[in-house]
């Protein structure tokens, strides 16, 4: 069954030639506001002392320039960023408010890691004091952390959690299974942020390095995340709350990949919601060929579609995002061309978009940089406004990137 269609006459982009190095940092994400205003953040080495912190910095021409940076973390040096493990950048519904949520070394063990928040009024950036999300208070990993804010301005986050890794996991021999460490986990805040409620568990044997994702869907909360099964299968699941995320139902398998794996793939699926329409994307070898699918739901995540390959024409397709904004959905991934270098070629990012309409829109190679690119982020802007961000290291130094493009017709 083939989910979509490309538009007729199908949508075009046009990205800026080049990519710009926005700052020495990395894992750049930006946030697009009705004002015109963009907004990002990103980690970078600790301005005083060792580790890294969390900076925060803003535009008021849409990119061409960014004022000062602004340090989001009030600990210094606290903030843990690897990989799938970085931080994120929400708003609330009238944009008034934003949030930061980020992985930050335990104090007690800088070893382990504590899920931490902050908060600030948007047109007068002054970063809250952060506080501590998990509650458990205890010396164990809490990280690779999802975030959302539903549109009544709840703020949800979900989190791979190890604080009952015994009682959860026992012996792995017995379970047939390797690596499913950890426990999926989940707080919300009813204040705008200043308090977050007790810890909730959703789910156990979890893939421990895949990032959780949230969503909200016909007036129901989504988590998704990586499942360790017998087998050591490891294929994504979803799981929704009809009550803001007290009580969760039980989990969806999203698509049966039958990948196995004896170890964690360190890629998370990501959802999002367009027209109440939920939509996961996620990377799978469960046929034998690394491949990006997509796959949706128009019941708030008790079902889901067939899925369907997003990522023909690449060869290592890896760690797609979703965003929605400006009407629309738009999908990132960084992947090879096939057909450069017998498939060996530079990481680039590839760029797909869904309208209203709900078809989808034909795979562009939107940009690449001096070298691979690593872990980008999209956001949508008003007037068809495309802001894509990556990582890139250059003679050994990571760099924080900032791709513009725009729709130019078939909109």
């Given at each position: ?284 070898e469960g046929g034998g060929k690394p491949v990006i699918n997509l796959a949706w739901s128009d019941n708030g995540g008790e079902n889901f579609s067939p899925k369907q390959p997003i990522s023909d024409g690449t060869t290592d397709p890896t760690h797609p995002q979703i965003a929605t904004g400006d009407g629309k959905l738009a999908i990132v991934f960084q992947a090879r061309d096939a057909a450069q270098g017998s498939g060996w070629g530079k990481m680039g990012v590839y760029y797909r978009e869904i309208p209203a309409g709900g078809a989808i829109s034909r795979l562009v190679r939107a940009g690449e940089g001096k070298s691979s690119v690593s872990y980008p982020s999209v956001a949508l802007g008003m007037s068809g406004r495309i802001f894509l961000g990556w990582t890139e290291t250059v003679d ?16």
């Amino acid at each position: 069954m083939v989910l979509f269609a490309a538009t007729v006459p199908a949508i075009q982009f046009a990205f800026e030639k080049e990519p710009r190095l926005i700052v020495a940092g990395r894992s750049p994400k930006y946030l697009a506001r009705r004002s015109h205003g963009l907004q990002m953040i990103y980690s970078a080495k600790a301005q005083n002392g060792p580790g890294q912190d969390l900076f925060f910095q803003t535009s008021s021409d849409v990119g061409d320039s960014f004022e000062g940076a602004l340090r989001v973390n009030n600990v210094p040096g606290e903030v843990s960023d690897h990989g799938e493990n970085s931080a994120q950048l929400l708003a609330s519904p009238d944009e008034a408010t934003l949030y930061a949520v980020w992985n930050a070394r335990d104090p007690k063990d800088p070893s382990l890691s504590i899920v931490r928040f902050s908060r600030c009024a948007a047109m007068r950036p002054a970063w809250s004091p952060a506080i501590t999300v998990n509650d458990d208070n205890q010396p164990v990993s809490h990280a690779f952390q999802g975030a959302a804010v539903g549109p009544d301005g709840v703020i949800y986050i979900a989190w791979l959690d190890g604080r009952n890794r015994k009682e959860s996991h026992g012996d792995h021999a017995s379970h047939e299974f390797t690596g499913g460490t950890s426990d999926l986990y989940f707080s919300r805040s009813l204040d705008g942020g200043k308090t977050f409620e007790k810890n909730v568990r959703i789910a156990s044997n979890v893939c421990p390095c895949c990032r959780a994702s949230i969503a909200v869907a016909r007036g129901r909360v989504l988590v998704s995340w990586r499942q360790v099964e017998p087998g050591d299968v490891r294929d994504i699941y979803v799981a929704g709350s009809a009550d803001r995320g007290q009580t969760w139902g039980k989990p969806v398998l999203v698509a049966r990949d039958s990948w196995k794996i004896k170890g964690c793939p360190h890629c998370g699926s990501a959802l999002a919601t367009l027209n109440n329409r939920l939509y996961v994307s996620w990377f799978t070898e469960g046929g034998g060929k690394p491949v990006i699918n997509l796959a949706w739901s128009d019941n708030g995540g008790e079902n889901f579609s067939p899925k369907q390959p997003i990522s023909d024409g690449t060869t290592d397709p890896t760690h797609p995002q979703i965003a929605t904004g400006d009407g629309k959905l738009a999908i990132v991934f960084q992947a090879r061309d096939a057909a450069q270098g017998s498939g060996w070629g530079k990481m680039g990012v590839y760029y797909r978009e869904i309208p209203a309409g709900g078809a989808i829109s034909r795979l562009v190679r939107a940009g690449e940089g001096k070298s691979s690119v690593s872990y980008p982020s999209v956001a949508l802007g008003m007037s068809g406004r495309i802001f894509l961000g990556w990582t890139e290291t250059v003679d050994g130094k990571p760099g924080a990137y900032l791709l513009r493009g725009r729709i130019t017709d078939g909109r």
